[in-house]
């Protein structure tokens, strides 16, 4: 068993980890592990832009940010966090412009700042221009700007290091004297996909910004590799998953794929039509039509198609028409998204409406942090030294629904404060000492696959696994649906249990990897599943069309699912609630 | 929100052409997929594997990969990520053609004969369609790929006109899918040489008006690995995804170097 020991060690290397390398990386040592190399991680495909009251266009502060960012998310949004993100979005968006990034510019060669749903001047009043961006590549440019700077600052990669278990032990501790089991945290154990052997991490601290789950579903934006991994991990370790219920749906992607084209381009001017040629969002969101927030989008788009106004042979899919804008605007603000429609459906965006529907994009929810990036165990007990940000993490600063842009915003925030404050935890505290026999676990696991002869098909499961979820948890929901799901999640996971990898060996073995991959992504729809059949209302991503309303008199409250097997009716997930933190708004009903 | 629309105001529109957004069954189509086939755990012999398989007319390269290594044999081994042309995992040789398996539709490629995959050339197989990346990263990593500002640090942003940014737009595009560098026919036969990529990213920074550190790079790449042994075959500029003029980058670089003290 190799062990390695860092003062911090940041598992993913996208947005998150990198931002938090850069700051850890030069107090303490640090070392960054990641299933991918860096420079392939998802953050490089986010497109529109990152928000920030830089106010450098037209008059803009961080309250109305803050504001917008409490309303976007259906008032379950962390007023606290939304606070800290929006007042310290300016800095970050300096930081990362200091760094290299290469923003669009204003005449003056100032930062310059466009349009984004649900972002708006003085608390609803109209679209602001709030979002700084490169092209329709901005999730690239802080992809790379990142990347540099940790190149820059020497930063210690493990790339192609899949971690697969998080060693922890517990503590008693007493708390207003209480006495309770704290976890702490010794390591991580890392699969080497080049040799396959498990390498032990031992670290003061330990950073979780492994990204989102977006593979529960088959028609989804995300990335192959987005598979719920650090989320799986915590929860196995006993650690709670906040809001998981919150998936956003972007509305948006290309018909049939699923490939985002970014809401930069209704920023731009493009219109949602119908197959009447309506402009169907004047119905729906009468003040910011077109750019109203992405769960009230995608849900009016689901809500034309059912209807029997989507276009097509099938009728499935609504349009996305740039027609009226200049080729040249086009090319100078969208060439990337433009190009997708060619290249994957062989339309012109320039004179042909562009066939969209709603794609899996973006889970709310995640690993419950404090506004310190510290993961919390429960609702009040931190975990000391580990931290979580991104997507992985639910700080909550998306609530119920994420606005456009906050999610780059979030990792370039949260991913700077988990890295400084992992880095000052790690130089006061002592390294926990390994757990004996700490491969024991992960050895049991890879070993059951790599010689079961069950005969089941990883990905046969994990299709039909994607087929339930996008039919039954997705836009809309019901109790009806959500049952059914969790009974055929429960047989998949059986079934799982039979799997069969046909490679056997240790060198790049990417088959046990999705084998392994397919058991988080399991874990993650039980949960997504039984925290949705809990909340019996809707609010922001979460529609359930039996409780189509909001009920703040019962649910005003994060959900905290917890691994529980004597929690039998909902597949081992115990369903338990946290209060949402107020500050200076009071819920209103949400109108755009 | 309500989802329920009883009765619907009206709401503007525009005529839209019949047939609008495509229509009718997406085609299916027979291929023949040859895959080079490679692993030291093995066999130190490389080998071609084939499959026939029915595919559809909005598939790509990596769609057929991936019906292969799920369907039909679990060790065919290849990276990949986002699928769509932004992450740089999958870069391969398709038709002898160095090009991303998940931007290269199926239809768009002689199907009559069969499709040749290969590992990309010039960096050591690791297995089957992987390989050793750390060669490409090193040169990456050589050219100073990164910001250097010695000036006084501003409170806000550092200005800069749209001009000034519009001069390095084009290799702020690149993803380093090795794409470029390894269609090199000089990286082939002289892996000490920086390779298309490497010089893109200087590029970047040597043309970016915050940058102080041009001359820095310009040094480094005057070196007799660098801009020089470049011999203008545009292997590279076919060869880019993302459909960056490199073989121009390295020309602005190559004047620079001649036009500047150095």
């Given at each position: 068993m190799q062990v390695h020991k860092y003062d911090v060690v940041i598992v993913g290397a996208g947005g998150a980890g990198m931002r938090a390398a850069i700051e850890s990386g030069q107090r303490a040592k640090t070392a960054v592990l990641t299933k991918l190399y860096p420079t392939r991680s998802h953050t490089g495909a986010a497109q529109g832009g990152m928000c920030a009251a830089l106010a450098n266009v037209e008059e803009d502060n961080w309250e109305w940010h803050t504001f917008d960012t409490v309303k976007g998310g259906d008032y379950l949004v962390d007023q606290d966090a939304a606070e800290v993100m929006a007042k310290e979005a300016i800095d970050a968006v300096l930081d990362l412009e200091k760094m290299g990034l290469p923003f669009n510019r204003t005449p003056e060669g100032r930062i310059d700042q466009r349009r984004f749903g649900g972002h708006t001047r003085d608390h609803g009043k109209a679209p602001v221009r709030r979002s700084c961006y490169a092209a329709d590549r901005t999730g690239h440019m802080i992809l790379q700007t990142l990347y540099q700077n940790c190149v820059k600052h020497n930063v210690e990669f493990y790339n192609e290091y899949y971690v697969l278990d998080l060693l922890t032990v517990e503590e008693e501790i007493t708390v207003d004297g209480v006495t309770k089991l704290q976890t702490r945290v010794a390591g991580v154990v890392t699969y080497d996909l080049a040799t396959g052997e498990l390498h032990v991490f031992q670290a003061k601290s330990i950073i979780f910004a492994s990204g989102g789950v977006g593979k529960v579903y088959k028609t989804t934006s995300n990335a192959h590799t987005l598979t719920g991994d650090g989320m799986g991990i915590a929860f196995r370790r006993g650690i709670p998953l906040e809001d998981m219920e919150f998936f956003q749906f972007h509305p948006t992607g290309l018909a049939g794929l699923g490939i985002l084209l970014s809401e930069a381009a209704r920023g731009e001017g493009a219109i949602l039509r119908n197959s009447e040629g309506e402009r169907f969002m004047e119905r729906y969101a009468p003040t910011i039509k077109d750019l109203a927030p992405r769960d009230i989008v995608a849900r009016s788009m689901a809500n034309e198609v059912r209807e029997g106004r989507g276009c097509g042979p099938n009728k499935d899919y609504v349009l996305l028409d740039l027609t009226h804008l200049e080729p040249a605007h086009i090319d100078a603000k969208l060439p990337d998204i433009t190009e997708f429609a060619r290249t994957y459906l062989g339309v012109e965006p320039y004179t042909e409406p562009v066939p969209v529907f709603p794609t899996a994009h973006y889970a709310m929810g995640g690993i419950p942090t404090n506004i310190k990036a510290e993961v919390l165990?429960?609702?009040?007990t931190v975990v000391p030294g580990l931290y979580a940000a991104g997507?992985?993490?639910?700080?909550?600063?998306?609530?119920?629904n994420r606005l456009g842009t906050n999610s780059l915003l979030d990792i370039n925030v949260f991913g700077k404060r988990a890295g400084i404050y992992a880095a000052e935890y790690a130089l006061t505290a002592d390294f926990v000492d390994i757990p004996d026999n700490p491969l024991t676990e992960t050895e049991a696991l890879l070993d059951t696959m790599r010689s079961s002869e069950g005969g089941e098909r990883v990905a046969q499961i994990r299709k039909e696994l994607q087929d339930i979820m996008d039919a039954n948890v997705q836009v809309f929901r019901t109790e009806e649906t959500l049952l059914e799901a969790l009974s055929v999640i429960d047989g998949l996971e059986e079934r799982y249990k039979h799997v069969t990898v046909q490679d056997k060996g240790k060198r790049f073995n990417l088959d046990l990897l999705e084998a392994v991959e397919l058991g988080f992504l399991l874990d993650m729809a039980k949960v997504m599943t039984a925290a949705a059949l809990h909340r019996k209302e809707s609010r922001g991503g979460h529609f359930r069309e039996d409780f189509p309303e909001r009920d703040d008199e019962n649910y005003m409250t994060h959900s905290m699912a917890y691994k529980d097997p004597t929690a039998t009716e909902t597949s081992g997930v115990r369903l338990k609630t946290k209060p949402v933190v107020f500050t200076r708004y009071q819920p209103m009903e949400r109108k755009y | 929100m309500s989802t329920e629309t009883v009765e619907r105001e009206p709401a503007s529109k525009i005529e839209l052409a019949p047939g609008i957004g495509g229509g009718g069954e997406i085609p299916t189509f027979d291929i023949t997929l040859k895959v080079r086939r490679y692993n030291p755990e093995v066999s130190d012999d490389a080998y071609w594997d084939e499959w026939k398989l029915t595919m559809y007319g909005t598939d790509r390269v990596l769609d057929a990969l991936h019906k292969v290594k799920w369907e039909h044999d679990g060790t065919v081994t290849f990276r990949r990520s986002c699928a769509h042309g932004v992450c740089g995992s999958d870069a391969m040789r398709i038709n002898g053609r160095n090009r991303l398996a998940c931007k290269t539709l199926l239809k768009d490629l002689d199907t009559s004969k069969p499709i040749l995959v290969e590992p990309i050339k010039g960096l050591p197989v690791e297995?089957?369609?992987?390989?050793?990346?750390e060669p490409f990263f090193q040169s990456f990593r050589e050219v100073m790929p990164f910001l250097v500002n010695r000036g006084h640090e501003p409170t806000k942003e550092r200005l800069q006109s749209s001009e000034e940014r519009e001069r390095f737009d084009d290799t702020t595009k690149c993803i380093l899918c090795a794409a470029c560098t390894s269609s090199c026919p000089v990286f082939w036969t002289d892996g000490q040489y920086f390779g298309p990529a490497a010089i893109v990213n200087a590029h970047r920074f040597i043309f970016d008006s915050r940058d102080d550190a041009g001359d820095m790079r310009l040094e480094i790449l005057n070196d007799k690995e660098g801009v020089w042994r470049c011999r203008t075959t545009f292997n590279c500029t076919e060869a880019c995804p993302r459909g960056i003029q490199v073989t121009k980058a390295i020309s602005e670089v190559k004047q620079a170097i001649l036009s500047r003290k150095i």
């Open positions: 165990q429960d609702n009040d997507e992985v993490a639910c700080v909550s600063v998306h609530g119920s | 297995k089957d369609l992987i390989v050793d990346m």
